[in-house]
């Protein structure tokens, strides 16, 4: 698996990442991209979400119903702005990911895993092997 340094981050990457920032909504990389393959985090190339569970939402942002691995994200109450929510982080990393809401499609579980697309790298399906990710294959052959 390829790891990313943080100095190697946009300035975009950095502020999501390291500052808790929020990228423009419907102006981001992933928000409407439905390639099949994984999303990673960019700062230790750690897989998050897949494609599988990536759905369309209109909230402007990239919106998946689960993590590839619950273990892979950590969740704290953000009360930032006067709201209290559930902020996503990776749990290797450290970045600040998005939040998770509750108000995700009921069929796939009911949460909307909102992330920002500044704290994603994408791969797709035919780059898995090349990229050191080739055991999540089997996910995307169903």
Not at 33 to 50: E, S
């Amino acid at each position: 698996m390829k790891k990313r340094q943080i100095d190697g981050l946009t300035p975009i990457q950095r502020y999501v990442t390291r500052e808790k920032g929020t990228e423009s909504p419907f102006r981001n990389e992933y928000w409407n991209h439905f390639q099949a393959g994984i999303y990673v985090d960019v700062v230790t190339g750690k897989p998050l979400f897949t494609s599988l569970d990536k759905f369309r939402s209109s909230c402007g942002w990239p919106s998946f119903s689960k993590p590839i691995d619950a273990k892979a994200i950590k969740e704290d109450i953000d009360e930032s702005f006067g709201m209290i929510r559930t902020e996503v982080s990776s749990s290797e990393g450290g970045s600040h990911l998005g939040h998770v809401f509750d108000d995700g499609p009921k069929e796939l579980g009911g949460l909307r895993y909102c992330i920002n697309s500044a704290a994603l790298r994408f791969i797709p399906v035919s780059e898995l092997e090349k990229e050191g990710y080739g055991d999540l294959l089997p996910q995307f052959k169903k």
